[in-house]
């Protein structure tokens, strides 16, 4: 958070934006699935707002700004995260086979 009066309004604006999107999307799920009486659009539904969220927040985690300075050690760093994202696709993919 930020000491300055702006700044904090701004995020009380986005977070006020975020809550009417939220609404609606809950809205447009009501519909899209016919009151779940089309479960299958109801999911596929929920597959896109979850695409949706995660690219907002990569996009938000990627242009962050904080008044400290991050130290990091990137070789580490980047072979850690290819272990974990090789994992975390394996893991997605063994659900996937599950479900279908």
Same mark, same amino acid.
């Given at each position: 958070?930020?000491?300055?009066?702006?700044?904090?309004?701004?995020?009380?604006?986005?977070?006020?934006?975020?809550?009417?999107?939220?609404?609606?999307?809950?809205?447009?799920?009501?519909?899209?699935?016919?009151?779940?009486?089309?479960?299958? +659009?109801?999911?596929?539904?929920?597959?896109?707002?979850?695409?949706?969220? /995660?690219?907002? #927040?990569?996009?938000?985690? &990627?242009? =962050?700004?904080?008044?400290?300075?991050?130290?990091?050690?990137?070789? +580490?760093?980047?072979?850690?995260?290819?272990?974990?994202?090789?994992?975390? /696709?394996?893991? #997605?993919?063994?659900?996937? &086979?599950? =479900?279908?």
């Amino acid at each position: 958070m930020s000491k300055e009066h702006s700044v904090r309004l701004r995020l009380i604006q986005y977070s006020r934006v975020a809550s009417i999107i939220g609404a609606t999307a809950v809205f447009f799920s009501e519909i899209i699935s016919n009151s779940l009486e089309n479960f299958h +659009a109801f999911q596929l539904y929920c597959i896109v707002i979850a695409i949706v969220s /995660w690219w907002f #927040l990569r996009y938000t985690g &990627k242009n =962050v700004s904080t008044q400290y300075e991050v130290a990091t050690n990137t070789d +580490a760093d980047n072979f850690d995260k290819a272990q974990q994202d090789s994992s975390i /696709w394996k893991l #997605l993919w063994q659900d996937r &086979k599950s =479900v279908v």
